[in-house]
């Protein structure tokens, strides 16, 4: 089932993102990509359809986002659930899999969103000790 | 000290990085961006020169690595101690933010590696109902 597996340097495990060629790489940065992470982390309050999503995920294009969820749906993250409804009526929602990766997001999320305050302090002491505007 | 401050929508605190304008989005990508996080995932096992960070990192370029580093270092969350002895020595570590941020992004690699065989079931699975290769 599992195809290139780089040598594990330091856990007893066959997947390892730190090598270029490991797939688990490219799942890393399925999910933590531009997109990817705001997608997953606006679905974890359930499931939305194509432009309830796009408004939540503010800023991304109809092409960045369709694209998103591609590769997340190819992954198994993403479920898409289409009904043959007229007009055509598509739902996208987190697998088990994507709502345990989502979780470890919105922490991430959370810290930041909690500690922007730190971060811009640093950015203001970085760009004055380098005389930047 | 805040800057942007878009309004919260639904928790209450001032920074969202749902919001495109917020500040928070940008650091938001500077950790989960193509080398953040495994930059700060590196440096999570103890401070490394610039040439053992890339070793460590594979497949990052010499640019890639300096810029992600400046970025990182900008936000407070990577620290840059330069050791003014010939040739000079630069050592790069995590503050204390930056140790936080990189215990999130560790535990979400360890669980997309733990779970990559059902990340390439599902891959399998999608290309096969497409009749892709």
Redesign the interface.
């Known amino acids: 089932?599992?195809?290139t597996q780089p040598a594990p340097e330091d856990?007893d495990?066959?997947?390892?993102?730190?090598?270029?060629s490991c797939?688990?790489r490219v799942?890393?940065?399925h999910?933590?990509?531009?997109w990817g992470?705001?997608t997953l982390?606006?679905l974890y309050e359930g499931s939305l359809r194509f432009n309830e999503l796009r408004r939540?995920?503010?800023?991304v294009s109809e092409k960045m986002l369709s694209q998103t969820l591609h590769a997340l749906?190819?992954?198994?993250?993403v479920h898409r659930e289409a009904q043959l409804t007229n007009p055509p009526r598509v739902d996208y929602e987190l697998t088990e899999?994507g709502r345990?990766?989502a979780e470890?997001?919105l922490?991430?999320?959370r810290?930041?969103?909690?500690?922007?305050?730190?971060?811009?302090?640093?950015?203001e002491?970085?760009?004055a000790a380098r005389g930047a505007r």
Chains 1, 2 share one sequence.
């Not at 495990?13 to 270029?20: G, S």
């Not at 999910?31 to 531009?34: E, I, K, L, Q």
């Not at 810290?111 to 950015?123: N, Q, S």
């Open positions: 089932m599992t195809t856990r495990l066959p997947f390892n993102v730190f090598a270029k797939p688990s799942t890393l940065e999910v933590t990509g531009r992470a705001l982390g606006a939540r995920v503010d800023g749906e190819r992954d198994g993250l899999l345990e990766v470890h997001l922490a991430l999320i810290l930041l969103e909690d500690r922007m305050d730190t971060v811009i302090e640093a950015r002491r970085y760009d």
